[in-house]
């Protein structure tokens, strides 16, 4: 059974930055691509960022580019989202989720519970 | 970037009856890459139906898609009472965008 687990959420001041990680069970991690998808309070799901099997390439929405950064850890099988320069509209439920094939297919099968992000001071 | 639009906003319906959820698409959406996803609060994103007709996993037939190019429906026969929820459709050719939800509320 696929599993992914978001964790790192919490608390932030505006300026601030968070790093939450995805930790994925029940198949091959490498062999896929990842992504981050959001949902701000009272609004609908936006795609964050995403990263292929290897880690070689990286995709970012435009609200994000330049202040978070996507990686990951195959041999821990590990997903993250380092956040920087963090802003109230950041503030949202992220959840992590495994996308179809290596790269370039972000359909979602599977996704982790989320973990909630507030940007506030 | 493809912008997806869904109508209506919300859906008022009661149980047994049936939902048709529309979606619409900027342009082109290739190879029917299009999705539906249910979301309801405190769970995760359930995905419902890709490639806009084929169901997911253990989805039941009471759930549809049809729909091509720009044009893309979620139709749900005989609405069950853990159908009511929010609904998004998604294009994933390429970059992932979704629309901005319909709401399906017990009437």
């Known amino acids: 059974e696929v599993q992914l687990l978001e964790s790192g959420g919490g608390l932030v001041q505006p300026g601030g930055s968070l790093r939450l990680s995805c930790t994925a069970s029940g198949f091959t991690f490498s062999v896929y691509a990842m992504s981050w998808v959001r949902q701000a309070p009272g609004k609908g799901l936006e795609w964050v960022s995403g990263?292929?099997?290897?880690?070689?390439?990286?995709y970012y929405a435009d609200s994000v580019k330049g202040r978070f950064t996507i990686s990951r850890h195959n041999s821990k099988n590990t997903l993250f989202l380092q956040m920087n320069s963090l802003r109230t509209e950041d503030t949202a439920v992220y959840y992590c989720?495994?996308?179809?094939?290596?790269?370039?297919?972000?359909?979602?099968?599977?996704w982790g519970q989320g973990t909630l992000v507030t940007v506030s001071s | 970037e493809i912008v997806l639009t869904q109508s209506p906003g919300t859906l008022s319906l009661s149980p047994g009856e049936r939902a048709t959820l529309s979606c619409w698409a900027s342009q082109s959406v290739s190879s029917s890459h299009l999705a539906w996803y249910q979301l309801k609060p405190g769970q995760a994103p359930r995905l419902l139906i890709y490639g806009a007709s084929n169901r997911a996993t253990d989805i039941p037939d009471r759930f549809s898609g049809s729909g091509s190019g720009t044009d893309f429906t979620l139709t749900i026969n005989r609405l069950e009472p853990e159908d009511f929820a929010v609904y998004y459709c998604q294009q994933y050719g390429g970059s992932a965008t979704f629309g901005g939800g319909t709401k399906v509320e017990i009437k």
């Open positions: 989720a495994k996308e179809e094939a290596a790269v370039g297919t972000p359909l979602f099968r599977n």
């Open positions: 990263i292929r099997d290897s880690g070689d390439s990286t």
